[in-house]
């Protein structure tokens, strides 16, 4: 673990993390993951119709003081070490082992990298055109795929493991768009 990953760690290790209702990537699909968003998300369809929200908003989580630290070094790490990549959002994951789905909400590539003590734990992408896969070991590496076309799941694990994935919600030419 470089030093900038040791400083992301030492931040996400400092912080509760809630339960985020995500059915469709929870193993038992009760959705009692434990994650949190930085950057972009995007609003659901009812809550835009119903209530008038934008399509997309920044996280509750980006705007919460507690959070900053991490907020700030999180950026900061995607931004040095994949300078090139536009990204919107970091889904952070605190020992959660993703079902296998594909991140419908995604557009293009994402990048992924694991942080932390722990065995196993590898990215599990399958082959588009049939049921084969791959199975990557993303511990203190960097790894990237498309997310929102390729299912994918997290390998069983011990140990303390955390995922960072960076994603993009929308194209950089897109952002003059209403946000």
């Known amino acids: 673990m470089n030093v900038q990953h040791k ?3 030492n931040e996400i290790n400092k912080l509760e993390f809630k339960i985020q ?3 469709n990537v929870t193993a038992d699909h009760k959705g009692n993951n434990r994650g949190i968003v930085v950057g972009y998300i995007k609003n ?3 809550y835009i119709q119903q209530f008038g929200y934008p399509k997309y908003a920044i996280s509750r ?3 919460t003081i507690k959070y900053n630290n991490l907020f700030y070094e999180a950026f900061m790490m995607g ?3 994949i300078p090139d990549f536009f990204f919107t959002s970091i889904q952070i994951n605190k020992n959660h082992k993703c079902c296998k789905h594909i991140d419908s909400f995604n557009i293009g590539v994402s990048y992924i990298i694991g942080l932390g003590d722990y065995t196993g ?3 599990r992408i399958y082959n588009k055109k049939d ?3 791959e199975d990557i070991d993303i511990r203190n590496k960097w790894y990237s795929f498309n997310g929102s076309k390729q299912y994918h799941e997290t390998l069983p694990f011990t140990g303390e493991r955390y ?4 994603y993009k919600l929308f194209n950089e030419d897109d952002v003059k768009m209403e946000i």
């Open 7 to 9: 400083t992301v760690f």
């Open 21 to 23: 209702a995500r059915h």
């Open 44 to 46: 659901r369809e009812y």
């Open 61 to 63: 989580t980006s705007k």
């Open 79 to 81: 931004l040095c070490e």
């Open 121 to 123: 734990g590898e990215l």
């Open 131 to 133: 049921d084969s896969y």
């Open 163 to 166: 995922s960072l994935v960076y």
